[in-house]
């Protein structure tokens, strides 16, 4: 079955580490997006990538780095910098810019506790 | 900012019944408008999407309506079942990009069986 996979599922860090989250697909999309979600928040855009090795800031990546060396794979990178990284992290991706009849996918989601 | 936003945050239903979660939208450039359904623990599941140029679209029980002059965007779920508990997010592509998604902050429906 084609689709997104994030892994791990929970992740436990502790302050002042970086980590790094996964995240892989095999639906040969071109995009791929970085969201963070906090308890009753909408999602939060981290990073977005429109291609291979070229990827954008989103509203929130302060804290966050990101690389997409393959079309498959978009990890991304929680920083020692990012005050509060503890949330659920999502990673999508879609065929262009998500758009009609071809919206962003889903992963189920890393969540990510730093104490 | 502009933002997308939802006006209620909680809507409980009897199986069976049809379902109505309402959302508000600011940016009048936005013109791309999608319905996510997120489990518990699970990521956000697309629904439906409608362009701007439309008013109306249909899916498998659930309709989706677009009212541009009032900005309001509202997803029907027909004859609601226990499994469509869940929450369900609007999202626009504020300013018209694709690429960067506006998510309003979630319906909390619970369907009572």
């Known amino acids: 079955d084609g689709g997104i996979t994030q892994s791990p599922k929970y992740l436990f860090r502790k302050e002042g580490q970086n980590v790094t989250l996964s995240c892989e697909q095999n639906?040969?999309?071109?995009?791929m997006y970085w969201y963070r979600q906090d308890p009753g928040q909408g999602l939060r855009l981290i990073y977005y990538?429109?291609?291979?090795?070229?990827?954008q800031k989103g509203d929130i990546a302060e804290g966050y780095s990101v690389s997409r060396e393959k079309k498959e794979s978009f990890p991304l990178t929680v920083t020692s910098a990012q005050k509060n990284p503890t949330a659920f992290y999502l990673c999508a991706s879609s065929t262009t810019g998500g758009s009609y009849n071809s919206p962003l996918h889903f992963g189920n989601g890393t969540r990510l506790t730093v104490t | 900012g502009e933002s997308v936003g939802l006006h209620l945050p909680t809507l409980s239903v009897q199986e069976g019944d049809n379902s109505i979660i309402n959302c508000a939208y600011s940016n009048s450039a936005s013109d791309y408008f999608i319905w996510y359904k997120q489990e518990s623990g699970k990521g956000p599941q697309f629904i439906i999407d409608i362009r701007s140029n439309m008013d109306k679209r249909q899916g498998q029980r659930v309709t989706v309506l677009l009212n541009k002059t009032v900005k309001h965007l509202s997803l029907q779920i027909a004859a609601t079942q226990p499994g469509d508990s869940a929450v369900y997010f609007c999202a626009e592509n504020s300013g018209g990009s694709n690429y960067k998604l506006t998510f309003g902050k979630g319906t909390l429906l619970t369907v009572n069986p």
């Open positions: 639906l040969n999309h071109d995009a």
């Open positions: 990538s429109q291609i291979v090795n070229d990827f």
